[in-house]
């Protein structure tokens, strides 16, 4: 044991099975988070975290990150699953942060969760996080009681559809709204709602891409408009309250690409961070060790695009090219890996599209790939069941982080079209930038720091 490791013990007081924190992340701004939860989250030895809850939340943290969401390149998890992780780690001793959107307990299956915590005599603590509701109610201006107006509220949930409430309240809070909007506004028309009462469905709300769309009962149900999830519906009287330009919307939505963003006051900015870091540190170190000699290796593990695109824009790098890989047996899962492989010239030896890593480890079992030393780029956030499922077949695993985490959760979700402005740190940030997004649109305003010469900057933004 470390020394570090024995003072930690002494002043926190950790019994034998560790602790688990049932934390609220709020809904979205990073900043919707308690004191109480950023000091569990900084204490924390693992953190467990769900779809809605920002990366740039959780990359704070120095803890162990795991993804239990439903991303399409990641292991799904189900929430038995979900449930034995906890278990799992807190047995091992560690502080457990286990990270939900909003609050723990509404719409969050935070109950399931202590259920398993208590038959198991683990010890936790419930931290409440700001519910999607309050932080929608509070970023578009729409009170959700109202003196003479709306005297109750009530937040229900839009899903299954066969099981739509339509309570006596004033305000009516629906949550999962996305693929059953229109059942909704029609259970709340059938209870004699008139279809006159005005409703606000509110997409990622407190997030740099809030959208907010109003209409009445009636108008919005013979509206045919795509819902984005996370969204929510509100109905009722106090929507009349609604502006177009709330305080929120009128506020600069800067995209920040790598660096030190000081010139920005965040109190005057919603500040978005992309940070635009490839491999860095110790990992590039290994990376180019890796190329150096890879006899070791009989097999690459591809898993998703971007561990392509980052090992083979590293291999290229280093003055490479894929011939270099002509000795290992190189696997794909996904369909959007076996794409990328192709875009390079490469057709991986075995390529399945898998649900999981339980058929990642079968596509092994099944080829006969015992006993090899697998290489699996990636990025600093490991998958540990396709580690240990390929570890039991015997294999050797390495794996090797070719790009941060925070480059593929904003690559593909970052929305240049609610965005004001965007701050280069560096001219190497508009080439990462560029790799992901080809233009820029016109109305965006471009900034860029001192650290790099305008011919440099103007070269990068000219090359297509
Ligand atoms: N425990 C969460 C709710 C989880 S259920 C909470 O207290 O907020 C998931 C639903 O929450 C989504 O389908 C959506 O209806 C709502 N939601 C969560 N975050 C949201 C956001 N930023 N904007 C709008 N709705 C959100």
New binding site residues.
């Given amino acids: 044991m470390t020394k570090s490791d024995h003072i930690r013990n002494e002043s926190h007081d950790v019994s034998e099975k560790g602790y688990v924190y049932i934390i ?1 992340a709020g ?2 701004d990073p900043e919707l988070l308690t004191i109480k939860a950023e000091r569990a989250l900084q204490e924390a030895d693992v953190l467990l975290f769900d779809d ?1 809850v920002s990366g740039e939340l959780v990359d704070q943290f120095q803890g162990i990150k795991i993804y239990t969401g439903k991303r399409k390149d990641s292991h799904h998890f189900e929430q038995d699953e979900i449930n034995s992780e906890i278990v799992r780690h807190a047995l091992l001793g560690k502080k457990v942060a286990r990270l ?5 307990f ?3 299956r935070g109950g399931e969760e202590i259920e398993v915590l208590r038959k198991n005599g683990i010890r936790y603590e419930i931290i409440p ?1 700001i ?2 509701a309050y ?2 109610s509070a970023y578009t201006e729409i009170p959700l009681t109202m003196r003479k107006i709306s005297s109750s509220v009530a937040f229900c949930t839009g899903h299954p559809v066969n099981k739509i409430q339509v309570p006596d309240a004033d305000t009516l809070v629906y ?4 693929s059953t909007v229109h059942d909704v506004l029609d259970a709340v028309v059938s209870k004699g709602r008139s279809e006159n009462t005005k409703v606000a469905i ?6 740099y891409n809030q959208k907010i769309f109003t209409g009445t009962l009636g108008e919005l149900r013979r509206r045919e408009k795509a819902v984005y ?4 519906l509100i109905i009722g009287d106090n929507i009349n309250q609604f502006i177009e330009q709330n305080w929120f919307s009128a506020k600069k939505k800067v995209l920040i690409t790598g660096g030190d963003a000081r010139r920005y006051n965040s109190m005057d900015h919603i500040l978005v961070h992309f940070p635009c870091r490839q491999i860095e540190g110790a990992d590039r170190e290994r990376v180019k060790a890796c190329f150096d000699d890879l006899s070791p290796y009989s097999t690459v593990l591809f898993t998703s695009k971007f561990s392509v695109k980052y090992f083979l824009a590293a291999l290229f790098e280093s003055g490479r090219d894929v011939r270099h890989l002509a000795s290992v047996t190189i696997c794909a899962t996904g369909k959007a890996a076996t794409l990328e492989l192709q875009k390079h010239g490469v057709i991986p030896d075995l390529s399945l599209e898998p649900d999981g890593c339980a058929d990642i480890v079968t596509m092994f079992r099944e080829n006969g790939m015992t006993d090899g030393h697998i290489l699996i780029p990636g990025s600093n956030l490991v998958d540990e069941y396709l580690v240990h499922g390929l570890t039991a077949l015997r294999n050797r695993v390495t794996t090797l982080c070719v790009y941060m985490h925070e480059m593929q959760e904003h690559a593909e979700s970052i929305d240049l079209e609610f965005i004001d402005e965007i701050y280069f740190a560096s001219p190497s940030c508009v080439k990462n930038f560029r790799t992901l997004y080809k233009s820029i649109p016109a109305k965006i305003t471009v900034t860029v720091a001192d650290t790099g010469t305008e011919e440099e900057y103007s070269r990068l933004f000219g090359e297509a």
């Fill in positions: 609220g809904p979205g809605l939900k959107g909003g609050d723990p509404v719409f969050g996080g519910t999607a932080g929608a949550y999962m709204v996305a509110v997409q990622n709300a407190t997030r999830s996370p969204a929510l």
